[in-house]
């Protein structure tokens, strides 16, 4: 079946680091793409996504590409700040009856130091 | 206001109790899903609904049932509660596209003692 593969955390990295979070994912077919953010004491919010072969998702600095080719969806950020500090989650859509079902991956912990 | 809600945000119950938790939204959804989340193993899918007659189990819904009541409500209940069950809860709701987004409420932190 379909799955996501993340990253272990945690990641401690120092402010204006660059950062790589990598995720691969196995599925039939062709998924969109998404990656969530979770910033402590909160629920899930969506940081960026992209939906076909070499479209780049892009938000508050973080950008992702969708690799068909290689199937991974690697996340990026030039320089983090420690507002990023989070837990960032991978995850692709799973078609089922025509609506998505969302699978994730485990989850990768960022924490910056100032 | 919250686009969605989640009652109550944090409960303590004892083994064997039954306990509802809520889910409210004002985004005019259909499709709505509760997970749970437990660390080191990502957001777990328990039960999802794609309208009010249609209710679906995910990958781990046993010991668990859930109620769509209305359009923006379902709740998901823990029959009777068991310590393995203590985790963070999440309710989330979708639009009708394929490839749209998940909108998450808060969660809800249950402990089972």
């Known amino acids: 079946g379909n799955s996501v593969t993340q990253m272990e955390g945690p990641v401690t990295l120092s402010e204006e680091a660059f950062l790589t979070i990598n995720c691969t994912y196995t599925?039939?077919?062709?998924?969109?793409l998404f990656w969530y953010v979770q910033y402590p004491g909160e629920g899930l919010q969506l940081l960026l996504k992209?939906?076909?072969?070499?479209d780049k998702g892009s938000n508050k600095g973080f950008e992702a590409t969708y690799r068909k080719e290689t199937t991974s969806f690697h996340l990026e950020k030039g320089s983090v700040q420690v507002s990023d500090s989070a837990v960032y989650f991978c995850?692709?859509?799973?078609?089922?009856?025509?609506?998505?079902?969302?699978?994730f991956g485990s989850g990768t912990r960022l924490s910056i130091r100032p | 206001d919250a686009d969605v809600t989640q009652t109550p945000r944090n409960r303590i119950t004892k083994t064997g109790k039954r306990i509802m938790l809520e889910c409210s939204q004002t985004?005019?959804?259909?499709?709505m899903y509760w997970y749970r989340q437990d660390p080191g193993l990502g957001l777990r899918l328990i039960y999802y609904?794609?309208?009010?007659?249609?209710?679906n189990k995910g990958e781990i819904s046993d010991g668990y049932s859930v109620s769509r009541q209305a359009q923006a409500k379902f709740s998901l209940s823990l029959e009777s509660a068991i310590p393995n069950q203590t985790a963070l809860y999440f309710c989330?709701?979708?639009?009708?596209?394929?490839?749209?987004?998940?909108?998450f409420g808060p969660g809800t932190r249950l402990t089972v003692l």
């Open positions: 989330a709701t979708s639009g009708a596209g394929a490839r749209d987004e998940q909108f």
């Open positions: 599925a039939t077919g062709y998924p969109s």
């Open positions: 992209a939906t076909k072969a070499d």
């Open positions: 995850a692709l859509s799973d078609k089922a009856r025509s609506a998505s079902k969302i699978i």
């Open positions: 985004k005019g959804h259909d499709r």
């Open positions: 609904s794609f309208d009010v007659k249609d209710i």
